[in-house]
């Protein structure tokens, strides 16, 4: 219940509060149920008794040790659930770039074309650069002339590489657009904004983290960040479950193994003289019945002949002419 309460201001109160009411229900349960054990039934029919006793164990004690587990390996739960927390961002970064990808394809690859003219042109123009410096400066090579100063082949050379530059200036605003477009869209989209969590971040979150997700990384806690099964993890959890079970079925297997003793014979002389009585009482109840009954017929078969008898000879005579 302090689980279910956490974070709110009288998660204490509403823990206590309902551990002494779960208290007081489990130990008058316990109460009832061992002392009704019959010891004189056979071994079959005190089990029967018992086993709904056994199985409200077995439940009370996964239910209790739960939680008892959940903080035994907070340490561990909170690895796990900073991993999950760090996969699941991973998932959604990747959907929203996926999405991204798919919703602006077109844009992505003009803008991926532009950047590859955009860097073949300026290698190209670095190239034109350094031939036009050598025709200018009259260096004989297989592109130049050889003569030194600006004539027709290094005018002719500045007019390519004039072209050259207004076209890189026009792809240049071109990209430019468009990133501006894209990053617009990656604004709009969210995938700007979204990052992966940091350290003060995921712990700030499974400090916050509810019942659900800690009892989800416990189950899960047994297996590796690999997958591998981990066997010291998950008998150390195991033994714990049937502790409590075991603590919430030792009353009944106490009574069940001890032996019949002076208590369950006094019980069984108030429980057989509860039955005698109840059986007198009975048959007292009949008698009175019974009597009662006859004294009312009595006194209607009386009513009945005083009433014959005291009758008008007139109505006789009437009676017998009717006839």
């Known amino acids: 219940m302090y689980f279910v309460f956490s974070g709110q201001t009288f998660d204490f109160a509403f823990a206590i509060l ?3 009411m779960w208290g007081l229900a489990i130990f008058n349960m316990d109460r009832y149920i061992v002392s009704s054990i019959d010891k004189e039934g056979s071994t079959a029919r005190q089990l029967l008794q018992a086993s709904p006793r056994i199985l ?8 209790i040790s ?3 587990e959940l903080k035994i390996f907070d340490k561990e739960i909170k690895q796990k659930l900073k991993l999950t927390y760090l996969k699941t961002q ?3 970064i990747d959907t929203l770039q996926k999405t991204y990808s798919q919703k602006y394809a077109m844009e992505m690859g003009k803008n991926k074309e532009l950047k590859k003219e955009k860097d073949s042109l300026e290698k190209d123009i670095n190239r034109s650069r350094y031939q036009l410096n050598q025709e200018i400066f009259g260096e004989r090579t297989n592109q130049t002339s050889g003569k030194s100063g600006i004539g027709p082949f290094a005018k002719q050379k500045q007019a390519v590489l004039d072209e050259k530059q207004t076209r890189l200036n026009t792809v240049r605003d071109e990209q430019e657009k468009m990133d501006q477009y894209l990053g617009a869209r990656k604004d709009y989209e969210g995938l700007s904004s979204i990052r992966l969590f940091n350290d003060h971040q995921l712990d700030s979150l499974t400090s916050v983290a509810g019942f659900a997700d800690r009892n989800r990384e416990l189950g899960h806690l047994a297996y590796g960040d690999n997958g591998a099964f981990d066997a010291d993890t998950y008998w150390a959890e195991l033994f714990i479950s049937l502790l409590f079970i075991l603590f919430e079925c030792l009353p009944v297997f106490v009574k069940l193994m001890s032996p019949k003793g002076p208590y369950d014979i006094a019980i069984s002389k108030i429980a057989e ?4 009585y109840a059986g007198k009482d009975k048959e007292r109840n009949m008698e009175v019945t019974n009597s009662i009954y006859d004294h009312h017929l009595d006194t209607d078969i009386k009513r009945s002949k005083k009433i014959i008898t005291e009758q008008p000879d007139d109505y006789e005579m009437e009676r017998h002419a009717y006839d």
């Not at 409200?56 to 239910?63: E, F, P, S, T, Y």
């Not at 003289?273 to 005698?276: G, L, M, P, S």
């Open 66 to 68: 739960r939680p008892l």
């Open 273 to 276: 003289a509860d039955i005698y």
């Open 18 to 20: 309902f551990g002494l």
């Open 56 to 63: 409200l164990a077995v439940m009370i004690g996964i239910v």
């Open 90 to 92: 991973h998932r959604r």
